[in-house]
């Protein structure tokens, strides 16, 4: 589960790569092993193309973990928020350059801004570039998929597969507390909505007899 503060640096380190001309998507996997990087950038550039990965931390933990970093672009960097970047700072190596996170105060497009605290130094591109350019498209054609069936909404899914998901859903209700029950919040909602459309039908039943009502009087 991503915390707030990593979704709010993905959403600002998209929109810097797509300020700067960039293609970028997230969490790709890349070729030979080496691991899923968090965020992937494209540039074109006169002589081709230019690569750059992204390693996203917002915590000690996070950034001291054992698992693979994926810098294997002409381009490599850390993202940080400013507190943990002064914690490690010491522990970055040589090549690698970091982007620090500043959160906006007031509301804007998009979360925040990031200062250059340290450049990366350029390097050979450490996987064939055919196949990292299928894991891109690849992964962006994922992404357009997922914006697709979230634009068209529940309507994609059949019954049962919104069953399983509420069930899956189940152990985060809140049954006894002060919170959300999205569960009886829907079941309160569909009931709200069938009383009144049972309200408009018989309205729409009441009119209807009085009309034939007076047409028989008339007749009469």
């Known amino acids: 589960m991503k915390t707030p503060l990593t979704i709010q640096l993905e959403e600002t380190l998209y929109h810097y790569c797509r300020e700067n001309g960039e293609v970028v998507v997230e969490e790709v996997t890349m070729p030979d092993d080496q691991g899923i990087v968090d965020t992937l950038s494209c540039r074109l550039t006169e002589t081709g193309f230019e690569w750059r990965c992204f390693e996203l931390k917002v915590t000690k933990a996070d950034f001291r973990s054992k698992a693979k970093l994926s810098f294997i672009g002409h381009y490599n960097y850390f993202v940080l928020p400013e507190a943990l970047y002064m914690t490690v700072k010491e522990e970055i190596p040589p090549a690698i350059g970091v982007m620090v996170y500043h959160a906006y105060i007031d509301q804007e497009d998009v979360p925040g801004f990031f200062t250059i605290e340290k ?102």
């Open 119 to 220: 450049k990366p130094r350029r390097q050979e591109l450490a996987v064939d570039e055919q196949a990292l350019l299928s894991r891109l498209i690849s992964a962006q054609a994922r992404e357009v998929s997922k914006a697709k069936r979230t634009e068209r909404g529940l309507r994609v899914f059949s019954t049962n597969q919104i069953y399983k998901e509420l069930k899956r859903r189940q152990p985060e209700y809140d049954l006894f507390g002060g919170g959300v029950n999205y569960y009886d919040r829907f079941i309160e909602e569909t009931q709200n909505q069938a009383v009144e459309a049972l309200k408009e039908e018989l309205e729409a039943t009441r009119q209807a007899y009085f009309e034939l009502e007076k047409r028989v009087m008339g007749e009469e």
